[in-house]
């Protein structure tokens, strides 16, 4: 377009599944430079591509699964920030490479940095090229716990795990005295158990590739979780559901589903419940399944704005969906039966971006995250 906006034209349109990301200028001027993010249920990919302002064909600069930012120096160096292997994935690095000015690369990556515990996002240049500015973050998930009071009103939350890397809660046994939850401190994702008065948590699932989600079947015989076996290039075969004893033993497989899929088992009822994303369709396919045969129905769909990541919880009595983040009316939890696909709103503040929800014990409310901060 002209510099007060006029005469827009389409340069490239993407294709389904990809994003574009951070475009910005070729020092010469006769390129365009993008990141192209490419996400579906056989692969996770991110490029940086160019393509020449006057349109045509792109070329790809570099590509792989763990690309970040990037910045295109005046001097014709492509300047980018990049994950680390396991089991330090969660850091990131500077490198760079040389390009002609077609966007062509005439050089093997080198490193520029070896940072540990943060990672480089928004990379940008001062006019003269002498300084590279970076936005320098670090995240961490980390366990505390807390009473809920009367009233439901939480108490003073205190740490729970110790570990200097991602902690994510995902089942409680019965009795309420332990927690299973799933780390990536050995750089794939594991699970554990930890009881409310232990100082360090034991293993339970320590394999290859990830092991994710674990949750407590509703006879609290078995610990159902997620099992991802990683391919070449970011690609996955998809995702098995896994059982193993609740006292520990060897896991035996239950079904196999698309990425994306999340179980939940209701405590008063003896029904586990799966939710499938169908992006064609754009729904969101709830069934259920048997945990001792694999044996699924399926119960309804919901449409769903499935980049919005929609999040659910099944009531105690399993016969009701809590669901936040489906599209539009982020601030409102859709409650949906699931036998016959009615179901009502809860709306909180009209700022709010609900982006978690979980039923409370007696099932009567719910907890809920807001991401909207």
Known sequence: MGADGENPRKLLQAA????????????????IAYIKLHNDDEKSQTAIETVPVSG???????????????????????IYSAAEPAPNSSDMNLWQIRVDRTGGKVSAPKRITTWAGVSLLDLSASADGKRLMIVKAGFQRDLYVAEVRKHRILGTPRRFTLEGRDEIPSSWTPDGQRLFFYSNRNGNWDIFRQGLQERKAQDFILKPGDQIEPRVSPDARWVLYWDSAEMDQGKTAGIRLMR??????????????????????????????LSEPDRGNGELVFSTFDPASGKKDELIRLAADLASSPSWDLSSDGLTAAVVALGNHQDCIRLVNLETGSGHAVCADQSAQLSGVSWSADGNGWFVTDSSV
């Not at 570099?62 to 014709?76: C, I, V, Y």
């Not at 609740?246 to 008063?268: D, K, T």
């Open 56 to 78: 045509g064909v792109s070329a790809t600069m570099l590509a792989g699964p763990s690309l970040g930012s990037f910045w295109w120096s005046a001097d014709d160096r492509i």
């Open 244 to 273: 193993v004893p609740i006292s520990g033993g060897a896991p035996e497989p239950v079904l196999q589903a698309s990425h994306g899929a999340v179980i939940h088992c209701s405590r008063g009822h003896p029904r586990c419940v």
């Open 16 to 31: 389904p599944g990809d994003r574009f990301l951070q475009v910005q200028w070729s020092p010469a001027g006769n390129r």
